[in-house]
Every structure is written in C-alpha cells, then in structure tokens.
C-alpha cells in the first residue's frame, strides 16, 4: 500500500493513544501501513471484526492487529484492543491517508468574481471559477477545473474535488466532500404538454445539503421546481446516483450507487437505499427503511423493514422458460382456483 | 424561493398580458415570486390544476392563483383565469427565473481555435476549449470548462453549461440545452472479437442532434459506427441516460433518468421512456410508446401503449420465498397441466 | 460520413494490402469512406457478414465490399476476400478515422508540476492540470481540462480524453483509452456505522489498471478500501459503469453500459456483462461468464455460461396482474403441493 505521495510512521505505543486502544505487545514497534490480514507485512497493523477471516488472523505477518477484548486470547502477537474493532480501523485509517499538497492557496489560473466572498485557508485549484455572489467559509478546498454558479454557499471544511459542476443558489452545509464530475443545482426534468411538444418549465427552486454529507463520483443532484431539494445531515451518497427535483432526503440515510430516484420522493432517516435501486416519483419512505440491490419501488414503504423486487439470478436458459410462464401467473391462477 | 441572484416584480395585470390569461381581482398587486399554493406568502403566485390539492387551494396565502376558469368558483381571491393552469404554470416560470450575468462576451482564458466561426452575440466562459472547425450560430452560450472538439456545429441560442465534453464533428440544432457534464460524440462501444481478443472498431459516424433537445446533466450519447447516431426534434432526455451507438429517436420523445439504450435502437416519435430503463440493441420502438421505470425492453415494441417488466416491491422476506419459486414455475406448470 | 476535419483516399490494391486480403476487381478504384451496405455509394467500402444483410449485398452501391472467401460467388463487384469480414472491416475502420491534430505538443495553459516526468512525443491539452510526481511515457495524449493527481503514472500511448478526473496514485497501463467525464480512483463508499452515525474509512489503496483497456465517457473507478482495485489487461468498459472499491476484473473481460459493480466483486477473465446489470458486493463470478442486459447477480457464479435475472416484457395492463400473481406464488405453490 506505498502511495507515492506520502509515507508515515507510528510506534505502537503512539496508534494506541491516538485510538483509544489498550496495547498489548511491544511499544516500539514501527507502524507504516494498514493492511488486510491477509497482505500484511513487517510495519503494516491490520484488524479483526469478522469471523470470516480467522484463518487469516492465525496466519497473519503483520506487525500488530487490532481486535476486540473477547478476541484477544486468539491471537498471541502484538495487539490494539478495543470495544469495536471495525470502528477503530475506520479511525485509525486516517491516520495513514497520503497527504495532500494543497499548497498554492488560489491558483493564479483561477477566475474568482471580485463579489465572491473566502474564508480563511481557503484553497482554490487551477482553473477553478467562481461566480458572482459566491460564499466560501473558512478551510474549504476547491480542486482544480471546478465550476461554481452564482449565488452558491459552501460551509466550512468542505472539500470539492476537481471538475464539479455546481449551479448557481446552490448550498452546501460543512464538512461536505463532493467527487469528481458531480452535478449540483442542474435544472430538473420539468415540461408541461401542449399539442404533443414540451414546454420547459423553469426550475426555479435551489438545492439544499446539510452537513458531514458526501456525493459521490458523477451523481447529479437536480434542483427544485418551485421548493427545493434537501439533503440532510450526514447523508451519504455514492457515485453516480441521480437525485431529481424536490426530493427530500432525511438525515443519516445512505444511497448506495448508480440508484435513481425520481421527482418529489421523499426518503425518511437512517435509511438504507442499496445500489441501482430506482424509486418512482411522489413515492414516501418510512424512516429506518432499507431497500436490497436493483429494486424497483412502484409504491411508498410506510413501515420501516427491508423491501426487494426482481427476480434473483438464474441460467439463461431456464429464465426463459420461467419468463414465459410469468406472463401465464394471472390465468394460470385463475385456473387453478377454479379448479379447486 | 430568494435566489440571491436576482430578483424580479411584476403587477398582477401586467402578468395577465404576459401570460395572455383573465385577471381577476386587483390589477396593482405586486407579484415577486412564483411558490406552490402550500408555501406561498404575499407576493407569491401559486397555481391550482390537481383536485389532489384542492385543500391546498382553500388555504392558500398566495397574493393571486392560476387556475382554469371552470375552477374560478373555487377560489375567491385575485386569479388568472385560463385554459391550462399547468401550462400558464409552465409559462410563468420564466418569468421567475433568475438572471444570468453572461456578461463577459468571449472570456480571456477561453482558448478558440482561428478557424472556428462565431455567430453574433456568443457568450465564451472561462477556460472554455474550441477546436477547429467550429461553427458556434448566433446567440450560443458556452459555459465555462467546456470542450468543444473539431468541425463541431451549435445551432442558434443552443446553451451548453459547464465542464461539458462534446467530441469532433458532433452537430447540435437550436435551442439545445446541454447540461453539466455531458459527453457527446465519445466513442460506440464497438469491438471485433478474435482470439478472445477485443480489436477496437474505429467509429466513424456523428452525432446529429435536432432543435429544441435537453441533454440532462451526466448523460452520454456515442457517435456511430459508420451511420450516425440521430436525435430528432423536440426530444428531452434527462441526467446520467446512456444512448449509445447509431441510436435513432424520433421527435418529441422523453427519455427520464439514468435510462441505457443499446446499440442501434430506433425509438418512435412521442415516446416516453421513464427512469432506469434498459433497451437491448437492435430493438426497435413505435411512435407513442410509454415504457415505465426500471423495465427491461428486451424485445420490438410494435404498437403503441405502456409495456413494463420487474415483480414490483415486495418485503424482503416475502421476496425471498417468491423468487425460489419463480424459478420452479415452468417446471411447477408443466406438473399443472399433466395433474389436469 | 464526411467528417469535416479530415479526407483519406486509397486505392483498392493499397486496401487490399494494407487488409492482408485479396482483391478481385479493379485496383484502382478510389476509396474514401467505409459506409454500410445499404447507405454505401461512390467511393465507399463496405462488408458483408451477417445473412441477415444479403439483400442489402445484391443492393449495394458500394465501390467494393469487404467479403468471405466463400460468399465471393454472391457478389459481381469489387470485392476484398477475406477469412473474417468483420475483423477485416474492424481494421479497415481505422485506416478512415479522422486525423485529430494535436498539433501543440503542451499547451501553455496546462499547469504542470515541476517534479511530473514527461516521456517523449506527449501532447498535453489546454488547462490541463497535473500534480507532483506524475509519470507520463512516451506519445501519451491528455486531452483539454483535465486534471491528474499526484503520483499517477499513465503507460506509453494512452489517450487520456477531455474532462477526465485521475485522483492521486492510479496506476494506468499502456494503450489505454480513457473517455471524456470519466473519474478513476475516487474514494471507496466505505463507512463504519457508530450510533445511527457513519464514520467515514479513508481509502488507501490504490486502482491499478492494465493495457489495452477501455474506460467509456463517465464511468467511475473507484480505490481500493487497503488493497488495490484492479483491471486487467484488455479489459473493455463502456459508459456510465460504476467499479466500487476492490473489484477484480480478470484480462479480456467486457463491461457494457451503466452496469453498477459492487465493493469486492471479482470477475473472472474472459466475461461479458450486459449494460445495466447490477452485482451486490463480494460476488465472485468465474472465467467464461455471459450476464444479461440488466440482470441482478445476486449470488457468485462458479461455472462458465449464460445468466440472466428479470421478468421480460410485457404490457403493462397485463403485467400489473402478473406481478400480483408473484407475490402470492410461494404461498400458492405450498397450497398446490398440498393438494397433492
């Protein structure tokens, strides 16, 4: 796991006062890497949650292993113990992030409107070009080639990485991280039908994101008709997933990627929306919701549960019988009560 | 529904001229903003055209209502009457829109080639690339970071918003609207197979877009092989949609969100295909067709009507019993027919 | 198929010779353009494989047709015999592709690192960025406004198109082609959930892509979680697929539009996946694997065949019955056997 662009070192003793673990083996011992346990090596700390992989914990060559209290008999070589192994692996992760430059704090080549307002240690890469009335607070990172519209707030700490595209009165809470290619604010699908041609209705509402939200790799998120779309605190979207205009999205709720959600769906909180799911518009979804891979929901989930559609995998050949027959379910069952 | 970007006032009477619709009420109200009857304050115009929200319409605090004259009854506050509330909606909202600056006619850091061509009155935003060749009509606006390749042609008053990629010898009718992101002219996917190695075909067809398309944000659409792939007039088509090579839409369809059409589909005129719909190659679609979400289109449609597949939303648990038996049907109905 | 940015002309015996293929006619017949059987005119090649075109054969009025040995006898014109027509005319394609200029070998405009290595011949676009110790070889094209992270190294003769994002540390092989819009080595979606809150796991591993390998416009890449995610060599993606967090992809294997790939998957050499299919997380599916257009790979899949998920097409009307009928069909198929 050598990244080019940075390398770190922690003594045991020092990882397991910056996680909170309790040590169990030498202090001394160098730390440069995580690893699986399964990749580890000499320097490399690795963990433990999952039964799964206790081969893998025997056999492991890492340098230290995180795992839980309960665990810590099953493994005799140096140890970071702790409530939650994965929660400490998802901590101790940062500390072996490559870091990033981010020197120049603005870019000569970008093009920043004399109306736009920064905050403090802002940075702002090349090319980057801000609009009008733009308001950028304290410690926010704007990567190379992104375009930000008129109008648009962007909270503390956020990090936009390079070629976003956010349009104008968007506004985006702190601690926000927006990937690459990313769409904010574009109008939403509106028309009204006249004689058989579309009339464009102008998307006159904004886009709303809350805090610690992230959008993923190429995901749009469109704005309102007339109200706005609202992403709440804390949630997470991955990459290329389409939000369209007026959803409401409830805090703490994750959309996993490549998923489509039409207009005026509103999502409750802590919800899970598994990947390429698509929900049809004006649909409702309890709170505490989770919706499994690929499903379509034709209808509002009002109670919280896990909810499926499709058809599971088969060979080819056999689907195609059994599609058939899908086609015959309604007469055949008709047949068949009649029978009876 | 404050764009800080811009702000607009009309009276109530100028508004029935624009909106060629009956005022009724008083002529002298100030109207600043267009808002749902639910949201709406004083200054706001609402609309009312869904019984759904006829509730809504009694307790409006909206300053003046759209609504059809047959309505007209229902609603003792100021009113423009006429024929199609949604479409003196849909007219309205532009009214409402924010003002873009625009002002800089041809940025500095733009780089345009010297052989490209440029109608009258073309906005050029920053760091915006034209190639050679380029014929860019009258009225075009090309937002910043865009690219736009070799022998590429936009038609009149067509806008391209930002960080936009449209490949070589692409053509675009008038009044395009081209959303952030978009990639038109990339290569079809085509591949010769031999030695259970993939020999790229060079695809040598264009793109041809007519007048009046949406292209939403994030959406691809390949150049041919050897013919074109054609857009026709008045199409829409909304964020993250795949259309790929020598795909032919005929006028006026509506292609919703994050839809993948194959290879060499030839979709009719007034279609609508909604969101998260797959097309196999070579299927071929009537004129009037309406597909709903998530289908799979895996054969011709040759008459007009609404065609759908998927099982629907069902709980987990439940999902799970089903789909093992949806993988006996066949064999469960030829067990049927025998028993009868 | 006149492109305007270039003109190519040969004649029949130089094709023949430059087609490994032998020619019955004329050799001094000009050819400027490859056109189908059936838009084919002066001037044109065009090709015959597929039974279902031999009436466009007899029709043509291509100035030479691309051929197999043994359908000579069905065509009196000038004809390039040939074991395989369509490789011969996936070869041919390129002898007609328009030259693009890249005339300027580094734009002025690009901001390139000092510490960036450029090997020989590289043509590096307009406001282009590239990061600190970034590895370039030799004739490597980048395209406008794209942006490269730090330590990224790209193999000799890749073509990197334009509005590409390239996040720090991607490894890419020779030859590759890398569409406009594309993201390659965004984070990992990967969270540990603490309290109803998700905590974010830095993603250290890299994407580490082969040769010969295609990402179409818009697709996105993602970087391994600890370990790497990893395409092989000859690996063809079209557009808008999403590859999350450590997926495998063995050599020669082909992704088609819009598929959503989840965390952990591997897939074996020598595949094809359908546009739209969606595969949950760590599915591990075997060499030799065909999936259908939008299928659900919800389980691994150990042998090499056909697999498929889904309902087929029906009318909607109808369909509305049918999947009523599903939801009932376990607890139909227990009352069925009772009866027995």
Known sequence: MSNSSSFVTYDLATLATLLDAELVGDPDTKIHALATLKSAGVGDLSFYHNPRYYSDLSNTKASAVILSKNQAVNYSGNKLLTENPYICYARSSHLFKPKTSDKSSIAHSASIDPSAKLGSNVVIGEN???AENVDIASNVVIAPNTVIGAGVQIGEASYIEANVSIAHDVVIGKRAHIYSGVVIGSDGFGFAQENGKYLKIAQLGKVIIGDDVEVGANTCIDRGAIDDTVIGNGVKIDNQVQIAHNVEIGDDTVICGCSAIAGSVKIGRNCVIAG????????????????????????????????????????????????VRFRQLDKLMKGFKKDK
Chains 1, 2, 3 share one sequence.
């Open 128 to 130: 980057v070009v801000i």
């Open 276 to 323: 390429a799911v698509g929900i049809i518009n004006h649909v409702e979804i309890a709170d505490g919701v989770t919706v499994t891979a690929m499903t379509l929901v034709n209808q509002s989930i009002r109670e919280p549960g896990s909810y499926s559609s499709g058809t599971g995998l088969s060979r080819t050949a056999e689907w195609k019988k059994n599609i």
